[in-house]
């Protein structure tokens, strides 16, 4: 018989990796995707595998189209990617994104316990729910949790939901604590990306510089095709549980600045970034890093890309992006 899952969130970034890696393994993928007047679904283009998934239309906000689904599909394990995922945007927008994050994560929990009960649940947590413990460092899944932004909140309140329908209701329910994670499929206002698409830019003179904030940060950054391979096997285990995803390492934004522009053969990147106080947050995380040993040891999961391969395959796929939009002889513009 056919495995199916289901996956929230298939337009965004890990959903399309994690439907490619699910097609490999022979899944049937239905994806949860919301109305938009344009349809967004370049990664899965981008990846060659739109037309083997099922597109279902719905929205986390819709208690009734998601119960609908869960009921018509009856996956074998469902996959809550599904978000408002930038951090950023959540001081302007903390009612869309409580609404999206933690009753989203509600609606969907109660379907499965309705309508498949039996059904494995992964549930996408997030480092940010760890906040400035950075005398805890590094992070795992024993480290207290202090959220500092309205993201981080809405997170932390939907990972309690998720162990709490595990403990309460007896679902196979799991929540990976995912330290951030990067691919040439990210979306372009994270500062990864935001990078690597300035620097194209600059190689090929279509922008004379990145504005960024907060240079000083620093973050532990993996790359998604690896960290979708972990949430998949969570979900195999034979009992349900909560585990930290993170490589160990930890870079600052200025790390990032370096590797990036060096990939392009640029050694001096000052001239090139300005700093704008737009870009900084009300509440800032200085220092995010990760230890997966409980992952590593009970799942067999390691990260394989390093930051070095991480930023220059973004920095490579985003100059052949910009080259083809714009195809001016880059040693004319160096
Ligand atoms: P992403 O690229 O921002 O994707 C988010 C997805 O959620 C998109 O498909 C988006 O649809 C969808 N979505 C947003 N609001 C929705 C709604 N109301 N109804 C239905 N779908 C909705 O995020 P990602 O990087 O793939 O991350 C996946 C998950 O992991 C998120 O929950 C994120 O918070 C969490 N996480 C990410 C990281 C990381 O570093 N990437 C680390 C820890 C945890 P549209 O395409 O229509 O916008
Ligand atoms: N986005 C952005 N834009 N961030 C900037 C900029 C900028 O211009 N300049 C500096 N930064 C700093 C941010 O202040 C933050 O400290 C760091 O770069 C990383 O920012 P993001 O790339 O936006 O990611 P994030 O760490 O806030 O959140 C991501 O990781 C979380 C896991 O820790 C998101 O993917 C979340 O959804 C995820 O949960």
């Avoid at 289901?6 to 993928?29: C, H, R, W």
């Avoid at 609908?68 to 978000?83: C, R």
């Avoid at 990078?195 to 532990?220: C, E, P, S």
Wanted: charged share 20%.
């Amino acid at each position: 018989m056919t495995k199916k899952a289901f996956i929230t969130g298939v337009t965004g970034q890990d959903g399309a990796y994690l439907s490619q890696l699910l097609l490999e393994k022979g899944y049937e993928v239905y994806g949860l995707a919301r109305r938009s007047s344009t349809p967004n679904y370049w990664r899965l283009e981008e990846l060659g595998i739109l037309d083997q998934v099922h597109i279902m239309e719905g929205d986390m906000n819709d208690a009734h189209s998601l119960g609908a689904l869960i009921k018509s599909v009856k996956p074998l394990e469902v996959y809550n990617l599904a978000a408002q995922s930038f951090v950023g945007a959540s001081w302007q927008q903390p009612m869309l994104t409580t609404e999206v994050n933690t009753l989203g994560t509600l609606h969907l929990l109660n379907a499965v316990k309705l309508y498949c009960p039996e059904t494995r649940f992964y549930q996408a947590s997030t480092s940010e729910m760890y906040g400035n413990s950075h005398f805890d460092s590094p992070q795992d899944e024993l480290t207290p949790l202090h959220p500092k932004s309205p993201y981080a909140i809405s997170k932390l309140a939907a990972h309690w939901f998720t162990v709490n329908y595990r403990e309460s209701f007896g679902l196979f329910a799991c929540s990976g604590i995912l330290f951030n994670h990067e691919s040439p499929l990210r979306g372009i206002e994270f500062v990864t990306r935001k990078i690597t698409d300035g620097v194209a830019r600059i190689k090929f003179g279509l922008n004379d510089h990145i504005a960024l904030g907060n240079l000083d940060a620093k973050r532990d950054w993996g790359f998604a095709g690896d960290y979708v391979k972990a949430m998949w096997l969570m979900l195999q285990q034979d009992n349900a549980d909560d585990y930290v995803i993170s490589t160990g390492v930890n870079h600052s934004v200025r790390d990032f600045l370096d590797t990036a522009f060096a990939a392009v053969g640029i050694s001096n990147w000052e001239p090139y970034v300005r700093q704008d106080s737009k870009f900084m947050r009300p509440s800032e995380l200085n220092e995010l890093f990760g230890k997966s040993s409980k992952a590593q040891e009970k799942l067999g999961w390691k990260p394989k890309v390093s930051f070095e391969e991480l930023v220059k395959m973004m920095v490579e796929a985003d100059l052949k992006r910009i080259e083809k939009l714009k195809p001016i002889p880059a040693i004319s513009r160096t």
